[in-house]
């Protein structure tokens, strides 16, 4: 879709009024220049560090959804009160060996969010 979206803008021409895809395309889309700054009135509702700000008070997008990790644990396992109730519980030695993680896209966010927290 990119591609079609770049050789549209080179030739002037509009093909689409919204799109919906990750935060890492719209940077990229950003930074070619295939997206135009808006604004709305909804967007007063939004935080500010849901939308992308762009000049003059507009914005190159706001984000629609989000996503939330849960932990789960067995409790035969682990103890009812060493629960975890944060990444910071994680490093414990109590967990070691007793934690899995799922391959695939979601992982990556998750070990992410884990590093940045």
């Not at 395309?25 to 997206?35: A, E, H, K, W």
């Not at 984000?63 to 990444?87: H, Q, T």
């Amino acid at each position: 879709m990119t591609l079609k979206l770049e050789e549209e803008t080179k030739a002037r021409r509009n093909i689409a009024d919204a799109i919906e895809t990750t935060e890492g395309n719209l940077m990229f889309m950003r930074d070619d220049g295939l997206l135009r700054p808006y604004n709305s009135l909804h967007l007063k509702k939004y935080p500010d560090d849901a939308k992308e700000p762009a000049q003059k008070g507009l914005y190159y997008w706001a984000l629609a959804r989000e996503s939330y990790i849960g932990f789960m644990y067995n409790k035969n396992l682990v103890s009812k009160g060493f629960a975890p109730k944060g990444f910071d519980v994680l490093a414990a030695s109590e967990l070691k060996g007793k934690m899995g993680i799922s391959t695939g896209e979601t992982s990556g966010k998750i070990i992410g969010a884990m590093i940045k927290t």
